[in-house]
């Protein structure tokens, strides 16, 4: 059965909606924290996708916003000693700033120039943060506010601030890209030159999306360190988050909503069943990540797509669906 | 081409520079509403600078370009689109991971301006007039170069062009296609289109150009009535290096 697409969208939004409010209901507390964690991979993971995979805007530094979001809500937090869950709204401006002030610098490059100056931009951030001693310097900081919070209230409320900045990624990506803006950045990633002859403003439609991407990543990086406690410069602006995001998306499917969902159950999966392998682990993920991008060039969800026969969270405007 | 000539579409003493010589060099030009202005030169004689520069894609080194009166020189390419100026490209730019219908409803949004309905209708009306209504969920990337070239007509004309440049449209088509071409392209300009269109088939411009203009070294050489130009020694000289066959024209 074929329902029209933005039905199809509801459905799947509701789904995702609902298993996110059972997991807390009937999950043990291994797993409620694995989903919280697999939340805000997949909320950063889904933002990376809307820049690179919908708008061509390669973003390898995108780690600069999962610890700009961390740090926001570990000062913010243990500064005024209070729970940290919240601030992760801290996050979302902060990032959002942080995209508006680099952007007039990165619209001005493209393709593999755009990607480097994103890394350089994140290792600046990064490297400042290791010499700055209120930070925390090379040894980073710990989530004191959080100490004297009962370990219910942490879990439940870490898992919440993850699992609500997921449901704002879904939704965010789902209305944004099917909306006048989804438009324009899908016709500049195909074609820039055309797409301000056919009178979209390039710079400011990429600078929107910039900072929405950056917002979400950011408070996902925010609810991820809440969950880890503890954060670090080495750790919360590594190269890491990159090859982690750009597994689930690349593997997933890059350039689709689904892509990433798919992207981040197999990740997830494989790291909780082969990362007691050690460095076989590791191998064996990137064996993986060879294999379905040779396999399915349209990375998993291509693969299940054509199995399923129509998308679960389309994007592609038809007549009489062009609203927005 | 009828009823008062209102100008549509003016560039007066454009110069363009990349670095060295120009490309470019005092043009003037003038369009006005309902007319078809083709434009041939030969290769490198500055005819998709020249568009680049109306489009808003290049900046002018010097001279001014005036759309219905208005100068619209340091106005943006997207600013252009959105205040009538509708262009194709030499090489199709389509937006390739996106339907033709998605082609069209960037165009009817952004440069058109429209809501969701009137850019239905537009759209409609669009495909019908470039007889593209069977290929509307075709991928763009998907389609034949030909194919390609009429989307991005149609998509030109989802803008709603007061001014509609055309560079190079009718090349590889036959000669029957290139009569459908040229039957559209009249329509647009009897709608009170101003077209400008950059071809080398010269016998395409000299059927459908209400003048013709020929750019030889970035200059303009001659313009005048296409049969007329085209009969000028200069215009032999610099396009054909040759005297033009008389089949050169039909």
Redesign the interface.
Known sequence: MRLPSINRSFIVLAVIVLFLILVPILGSRSTVNLVAEMAAVLAIALMWNLLAGFGGMVFMGFQVFVGIGGYAVFMAANGFQVLPFPFILLSAALCALTALAIMPILSRLQGAQFAIASWVISEVVRLTVFQTSVLGGGGGISLTAMRSVPRELRMYGTYGSAALVLIVALVVCVFLMRS?VG??L??I???A??????????RRTQRLVMMIAAAVAGAGGGAYYMLALQIGPGTAFSMNWMAITLFVVILGGI?TLEGPIVGVVVYFLLRETLSDLGSVYFILLGLMAILVTLLFPKGAWGGLRQLIGQDLLPI?????E??? | MTGAAVSAIAVEGIAKSYGGPNVLEDVSLEAVAGEILGIIGPNGSGKTTLFGVISGAHAPSAGRVVLQGRDITDLSAAERAKNGIGRTFQVPQTFSQMSVYENLLVATKFGAGLSDDAAEVLIRETLELCDFTHRTDAQAGELSLLDRKRLELARALATKPAVLLLDEIAGGLTDKEAEGLVATITALAARGIAVIWIEHLVHVLTHAAHRLAVLGEGRIIAAGQPRETMQLPKVRQIYFGMEPEQHDLD
Not at chain 1, 193 to 202: F, K, R
Not at chain 1, 316 to 320: A, G, H, L, M, V
């Open positions: 006048r438009l324009a899908r016709a990633r195909d074609n030159t055309a797409a301000e002859a056919m009178g979209i403003d390039l350039g592609r405007r038809n007549p009489s062009s609203k927005g």
